[in-house]
């Protein structure tokens, strides 16, 4: 959430800088603003609403010249959405413009000890404290106030500083939220995100926590809070920028979901040699994974329905209990941990911040941690104890779809590893669910060259106000995730339900024309689900089934059906989600939602 783009060079800021943030605009935001050196002080334009709103009202930059600026969209947390409250937030004097992601916990302090400074406030933000801030403690040395600030704030933040006692010079500093360092000739960059800064520069630094960059034209230094120098190796991107563009699609959405085949194939076929898993360079022995006695799975949103499938895969293949947390929760509620015991991680991003909090609380406790994850060197990633990378590419919708599939496949592989590590499948289980696995791309394939049937479903349900999710087991899992996709996308109210949960209370909500969407997957539960959409029809509902190919059964009680090929059933999650993330999407692009950018709803949520 929130996103930022910092130029210094010889190039005109405002154009990039809008340009970048474009880019971003995925993070979700609901303002925007630009800070620019004019020569002679610091021009600030911002507005309430879309960039496009900024870029009309600054002629796409030309307005603002310069060639030093920070750039920033935001997603409102402290105070409404306005253009008083949009970043750059400016100090009392006009000499400092900070953009910040992340949440300054104890801002209503540091505001009282500025305003009896004789600061005075014009914002409801806690980033404005920064600006006020860094300007009390300027006495000529930025680095040196930027140090004595980042000891006095707590919290999250991502900064983006420039001075205009000191034009020629960009400071970023960072702690819990993400920013990069783009290396270019003759200019420098700072941004939340690698797309905003490919069409620059390929080349980067990722800062970890308490190190500031300062950039200037022709060099980029970086130091932890002592003043010294800290030593960076650039890590070069060499992902296509094609990767990171819509490529033909309407939608981001629409093209991540045609990506899924490619994305999962990349994500398992390295890890597959000789007919063994391979799992990259994890330090986890054989031994160890003996000892563990449980494993604790925390996570977030798609992340956190991806633990729920989980749950059922590492219990059904390598037999050890599963318990699975929202991230959120998890630190609170004080869990019951030791040595015995694994904790998985799984984030798309690599920076949520309940998740990061969650993981640090395990390390903490000294318990071992593994993570899933999309992005290199993102905070999760460095702070786990072991890392397994999904390798899904740039995922640009807010709404996830090839994230999850690869989050997915990691879990089958990890499971499956486990599994025979532990000896609880057979050397014939373990090759033919190494064998299923690498059949999962063309079965994605399969459902998505039928897409069309599922486009027309979505035009009968277009208009629905509620719609319920059911199924059992696996399928309950699963209908968390389809629920979800409809929701945030279409906005349509959407509920998922454990089918056998129905008739204590839910069923009350079942009227004439209600759609309910039953997962019916599992063969050994499949009767019993023929039962609930019985139930739910004889209130009223319109039932979609969805089912494997030889359950034909279900055209008997359904009034429309979807399949999917058949498949080893723990594995049958990445086949039923296409089918309902391809329904969430219709529905939304024929409601005429902004698919990409679902209001309210951030990409990376990097605040708790």
Known sequence: MCGIVGYIGEDQAAPFLLNGLEKLEYRGYDSAGVAVYNGTSLQVAKAKGRLKVLSEMINGGRDVPGTVGIGHTRWATHGKPSDINSHPQVSDSGKFAVVHNGIIENYLALKDLMVKKGKVFVSETDTEVVAQLLEYYYKGDILEAVIKVIHKVEGSYALGIICADDPDQVVAVRKDSPLIVGLGKGENFIASDIPAILNKTRDIYRLNDNEIAVLKRDSVLVYNTDKEIVTKEPVHIDWDVSAAEKGGYQHFMAKEIMEQPK?????????????????????????????????????????????????????????????????????????????????????????????????????????????IVN???????????????????????????????TQLAVVYLLAIYFADKLGTITAEEYSSYISQLQSLPDKISEILAN???????????????????????????????????????????????????????????????????????????FDKMISNMKEVKARGAVVLGLTTKQNKKIEQVADYALYVPELCEMMLPSLAVVPLQLFAYYVASMKGCDIDKPRNLAKSVTVE
Request: charged fraction near 25%; glycine fraction near 6%.
């Open 263 to 371: 994305a999962v194939r990349d994500t398992i076929s390295p890890r597959i040699q000789d007919g063994k898993i391979v799992l990259d360079k994890i330090t986890l022995t054989a031994e160890q994974i003996k000892r563990f006695k449980k494993i604790y799975i925390v996570a977030c949103g798609s992340a956190y329905h991806v633990g729920m499938i989980a749950k059922y895969v590492f219990e059904k293949f390598a037999r050890i209990p599963v318990e699975v947390d929202v991230a959120s929760e998890f630190r609170y509620r004080q869990p019951i941990m030791d040595d015995k015991v694994l904790v998985l991680v799984i984030s798309q991003s690599g920076e949520t911040a309940d998740t990061l909090a969650a993981l640090r609380e395990a390390k903490n406790l000294g318990v071992r941690t593994l993570s």
């Open 451 to 525: 897409k069309e049937q599922i486009q027309y479903l979505a035009s009968q349900f277009f208009n629905a106000k509620d719609v319920f999710f059911i199924g059992r087991n696996l399928d309950y899992a699963m209908s968390l995730e389809g629920s979800l996709k409809l929701k945030e996308i279409s906005y349509i109210h959407s509920e998922a339900y454990a089918a056998g949960e129905l008739k204590h209370g839910t069923i009350s909500l079942v009227e004439d024309g209600t759609l309910v969407i039953a997962l019916a997957t599992q063969d050994a539960l």
């Open 375 to 405: 992005v290199v060197g993102s905070s999760i990633a460095n702070d786990s104890d072991d890392v397994i990378y999904t390798w899904a590419g740039p995922e640009i919708a807010v709404a996830t779809t090839k994230a999850y599939s």
